[in-house]
């Protein structure tokens, strides 16, 4: 009981130590409950029932991840841990001077861990539980679900989750400082604050060799995936990761000596105020920690680049998703009507639908895919090196083309007589086209020329998707059509309609029927020229909503997951590194009073050296961030995605929360400590 008691008294005695810790424990249990626990809440029960597999996926993607996010948070508190110890090693030599055993030291500290594991499990759940109630109402929002009837709902498999995993990092840490007390002598723990820690580089010379090609070796490798990443072969793409990854190491272990030397020079800025003391104050933590700020910078970059991609995707998908459904269904039929394809399987097309168009599409032999980009088919075959360049092209009329804009709630199309355009919304093949277009590539149609009538594609769909990838069609003036020497073959039909019955759970039971009948022709078969080709594609409006709300549900979800548990932990280390070196310049402060520094010059000294300590890491994996969203934005282009200004708003709006958060509490927990 005396144990438990002065185990309890060491915990109330170092609170302003255990501050940033307990804060980091209790996050961390809340957010590991809080998403472990999305898949039992009441509302995703609601939404698996409704048949949407986006729920389950979600659940197992999670679960796949906390493995993750669970040794994560171990070894950020494992490194917490050893800071905390290393401060208290002159306590527990005290102790062992007085007469008390290594085994009761060792005791002590496992009834500390005790108190601090269950306090910390207990708050953070009950927070955790609370906050996953407001997830839920998130998720309600984002899979437009109905929350009548919400419940408050406690997950015990996710407690269960959330107590084992915590259980097995405090057992970690407790074998850790058992071993700890163990393996150092009197001695050793009286004299602990008195030990310099070792430098990584003494040597100036070799400092800023090193630090020059580090950063010539990061510069090179940023640039090579910054502006060529999408080029790289499979070998050099993996070698720029290496080299920057050993390069940021090499960079931090560097650094220290390189900005000894380099602002000492700078008399006049090193020698006003206390930028001398700030220096070496910056560049001592460096050298001692220059291993854990070049994870950090890693960690952070990895954390940046979550959050702006997967904010920039969510973002995408929703403005995607608000014009790409304007009717309930679309069908491409290939090689038939689409109205006969239907009949043939009895769908009664004119009771199912209170409004459809089935408009026809045309091919000819004088037009290919590769003959509408001109001159610029060489240099658009080596992106698309697999596409049939010689296969025809789809071709509709202006006017059917027209009255399918004015369903779609777009503008009209404006043609002359000798005049085409081409629809297309696949953002990586429409510079090509525009180029052709640009240029003024002309279509011979058998003694008939047709000229561009748009010096751009129309970015445009004709079959509702939840992504930017059709491949297009040419439009051309009915007349052209019409005109027997032009070559032109009915292909097959495009059909878009609205259901008659109207209302959620109707057009559910209509997509479910109408994909029932239509299922066997949309199985392929081989064509005559080898070539496999589906009698029928469907698109239905609520699939696509379904599965764009779902990718963007799952998205959001993992970004904050894993961002937030990964900017949490970098920001909780460099926090408890400072406040650490804060406790070791105490005396420092205290000589600067005697020689006359005031008040504010010593707050400006420790605001600027804070700073510095959390600044830096976030600058310089900004820039490898920077770096990496090139490379990603490169891959999405594909899918349309260009733009990612929402994601890098949304991700500084985050930084600035939690990362701001850290930086504010430990420059005030900073100050406490050196009294000033």
Request: with cysteine.
């Amino acid at each position: 009981m005396k144990l438990f008691s002065l185990a309890l008294k060491n915990i109330k005695k170092c609170r302003g130590d255990y501050s940033i810790y307990f804060f980091t424990l209790i996050v961390g249990v809340a957010i590991f409950y809080m998403f472990n626990a999305i898949g039992s809440q009441e509302v995703m029960q609601r939404i698996a029932r409704s048949g949407n597999e986006n729920v389950q996926r979600l659940r197992s993607l999670i679960g796949v991840v906390s493995v993750m996010v669970a040794f994560v948070l171990g070894l950020l508190i494992i490194y917490a841990n050893n800071f905390l110890i290393k401060r208290r090693k002159k306590e527990f030599g005290i102790y062992m001077l007085l007469g008390m055993g290594k085994k009761k030291v060792s005791r002590i500290l496992i009834c500390e861990t005790c108190l601090v594991g269950l306090i910390s499990l207990g708050v953070g759940l009950i927070a955790g539980i609370f906050g996953s109630q407001f997830l839920s109402i998130l998720v309600c929002r984002m899979f437009e679900v109905d929350v009548t009837g919400f419940m408050f709902v406690i997950s015990g498999r996710a407690i269960l989750m959330t107590i084992i995993s915590f259980l097995v990092i405090f057992l970690v840490i407790m074998l850790f400082n058992t071993g700890t007390v163990a393996k150092n002598n009197l001695i050793d723990l009286i004299r602990a604050e008195k030990k310099n820690e070792k430098h990584i580089l003494k040597n100036k010379t070799l400092s800023v060799v090193l630090f020059v090609i580090s950063c010539a070796a990061l510069a090179t490798v940023l640039c090579l995936m910054g502006f060529f990443g999408n080029r790289l072969e499979m070998i050099p793409f993996f070698s720029c990761i290496a080299v920057g990854i050993v390069g940021t190491f090499l960079l931090f272990w560097s650094a220290a000596g390189f900005l000894q030397e380099a602002l000492g020079r700078a008399g006049s800025f090193y020698r006003k105020d206390l930028n001398s003391f700030v220096v070496r104050q910056f560049t001592g933590n460096i050298n001692t920690s220059a291993s854990s700020l070049a994870l950090i910078t890693l960690i952070l970059f990895v954390a940046l680049t979550f959050f702006s991609t997967g904010f920039s995707i969510r973002t995408y998908l929703n403005k995607r998703l608000g014009n790409a459904t304007p009717v309930d269904v679309t069908m491409f039929a290939e090689g038939a009507d689409a109205l006969d394809l239907m009949a043939q399987q009895n769908v009664e097309v004119d009771e199912m639908f209170d409004f459809y168009l089935n408009l026809p599409f045309y091919t000819s032999k004088y037009i290919t895919i590769g003959g509408t980009l001109g001159e610029f088919k060489d240099k658009a075959a080596q992106t698309f090196r697999a596409a049939r360049w010689d296969a025809r092209e789809n071709v509709m009329k202006l006017s059917d083309y027209n009255a399918l804009e004015r369903k779609y709630g777009r503008d009209e199309l404006k043609l002359d007589d000798d005049q085409y355009a081409i629809v297309c919304d696949f953002d990586l093949l429409n510079p090509f086209n525009e180029e052709a277009l640009k240029a003024g590539t002309k279509i011979d149609l058998g003694g008939r020329v047709l000229s561009p009538g748009y010096d751009k594609p129309i970015e445009e769909y004709i079959m509702m998707s939840g992504m930017t990838a059709y491949l297009g069609c040419l439009v051309v003036p009915d007349a052209v059509v019409e005109d027997a020497d032009c070559g032109f073959i009915k292909e097959g039909s495009v059909f878009a309609g609205d259901y008659r019955e109207k209302g959620r759970e109707i057009s559910y039971a209509l997509d479910e029927e109408l994909s029932e009948k239509l299922r066997i022709l949309s199985e392929p078969v081989i064509r005559e020229d080898g070539r496999k080709s589906y009698p029928l594609t469907m698109t239905l409006k609520n699939e696509i909503k379904d599965n764009s709300v779902g990718t963007s549900v799952i998205v959001v979800f993992l970004v904050l997951y894993i961002g937030i548990v990964f900017v949490i932990a970098c920001a909780a280390i460099i926090a408890l590194k400072v406040l650490s070196d804060s406790i070791d310049s105490i005396r420092k402060y205290e000589i600067l009073t005697r020689i006359g520094a005031d008040g504010q010059m010593k707050r400006k000294a420790l605001f600027a050296q804070v700073m510095m300590n959390f600044l830096i890491p976030l600058c310089i994996a900004s820039v490898y961030t920077w770096s990496g969203l090139s490379y990603i934005k490169g891959l999405l282009r594909a899918f349309g995605m260009v733009k990612m200004g929402a994601g890098i708003v949304m991700t500084t709006v985050i930084m600035l929360i939690i990362y701001g958060g850290y930086f504010i509490t430990t420059y005030e927990g900073c100050k406490r400590i050196v009294k000033v």
